[in-house]
Structures are given as C-alpha cells and as structure tokens.
C-alpha cells in the first residue's frame, strides 16, 4: 500500500524567509508522480509543484522548489522569499504510474508572518 | 482553465435527512473523485468514478453513494446523514491518458450535520 507522511502538522516562517516542508512516501512501485498542493484559508485547492519519479533533476517553479530523494522516498517543499500568500495548508501527494488516485498527507498548516 | 464547481459552499442539514452534493466540471475529465477532508486527517478518498456510470470505492465508502450519468456531474449522496459525517467534502476531477495525474479541486462544501 501507498502511504505519505508529513511530519510537520504547523510550521511558520517570517515573510522574505525561506522554509522548508517535510514529505515522506513509501511505494513498492518505480514509476510514480509526487505533488505539492497548497489550499489557501477558504480557497481552492490547487496544484504547487509536481515532480516525475524517473526524473533526477529537481522540479522548481519560481519561488518553490523540491528537494526529491528517491533512495530515501523523500520529497521536500522548500519555499524562497516567503510571502504572506503563502499562508495555506499545504498537502504532499503520490501516484502510482497507471492509477489515476491520489494518495495525500495528513497537511501542513504554514503561516507566514510579517 | 479547468473549472470545478461545487453546488454549495455551506450546506446544513438534520440528522436522517438524505443529502446531495454535486460537483461539475468543464473540462471533458474522464475522472471524477469526492474526498472528504478533517483536520488532522487529510484528504480521504470516498468514492471516484472512471467514466458515466462507473464508480469504485475509496477508503472511506461507507455511508455514502455516488451517481454519474452525465460526464461533466458527479454526485455524492448521503442517504442518511449523521453528525459524524460533519465536514468539508471536496470533489475533483482529472483527465484519462494523462502523463501527470494532476487533479483540479473544486471550492468544497462544508457540511454540518445537527
């Protein structure tokens, strides 16, 4: 079975400050697809930063990047120059190449302070 | 843009009343999915549908139905509702044959059962 473990249930950071979130994942399979969702307070959630697993090269789109350890199932959200946007719940998901569900974390709730 | 749209966004209803949610999308997905999501549970898989009347289990089927007999609506059906059914429920939608599996969330509705 497919599991996800966020760690971190709340996290903070100042604003212009860079944080980092905490993904782990098991999966007996090798072809696979890792995602970072964000739900901001009351808003609709929607899709961060998705990573293939056969890629080595880490995913970055703008101020968010991933730190992707496949020997570890590691998959880690960091984000640059926090903004106070960026304030959300934040949720790490897996799929399995060929199953078109997603297997989510538990959530981290990140506040970004001014 | 892919547009989900959900029929409520705060819905409440009495303890045994029969319940229906409905979720749209635009963008011709052959996927369809409701998640129920709880603090400090994540998002848990319901029930998704594969195609116009197709439908499978997710974790947490028990206490619910689905219908889908237009492509673009999926319902969600509570045919009893009790209190411990209280919560937000997100529906989703992604396209077959796609390399990414990326879902595309609706607002959500909030439930309250009294």
């Known amino acids: 079975a497919q599991t996800v473990t966020q760690s971190q249930p709340e996290m903070s950071v100042q604003e212009a400050e860079t944080v980092t979130l905490s993904c782990t994942y098991d999966t007996s399979e090798n072809n696979y697809y890792l995602f970072w969702y964000k739900q901001p307070p009351s808003r609709q959630m929607i899709l961060v930063i998705r990573q293939e697993a056969y890629k080595q090269q880490n995913a970055t789109e703008n101020r968010f990047s991933v730190n992707f350890q496949k020997a570890a199932k590691s998959f880690s959200l960091k984000i640059s120059d926090s903004q106070l946007g960026d304030t959300a719940m934040y949720f790490c998901s897996l799929a399995q190449g060929g199953s078109e569900k997603l297997v989510f974390g538990k959530g981290t709730k990140l506040t970004v302070n001014p | 843009d892919v547009k989900v749209t959900q029929s409520s966004r705060y819905l409440v209803k009495r303890t045994g009343e029969k319940v229906f949610l409905e979720c749209v999308q635009d963008m011709d997905h052959e996927n369809m999915f409701w998640y129920r999501q709880d603090p400090g549970l994540g998002l848990r898989l319901i029930y998704f549908?594969?195609?116009?009347?197709?439908?499978e289990k997710g974790d947490i089927p028990e206490g619910y139905s689905v219908s889908r007999e237009k492509k673009e609506r999926f319902s969600l059906i509570l045919e009893s509702a009790s209190t411990n059914q209280t919560s937000m429920y997100l529906c989703?939608?992604?396209?077959?044959?796609?390399?990414?599996?990326?879902?595309?969330f609706g607002p959500g509705t909030r439930l309250t059962v009294t």
């Open positions: 549908s594969y195609d116009v009347k197709m439908k």
């Open positions: 989703a939608s992604s396209g077959s044959g796609r390399a990414d599996y990326e879902q595309y």
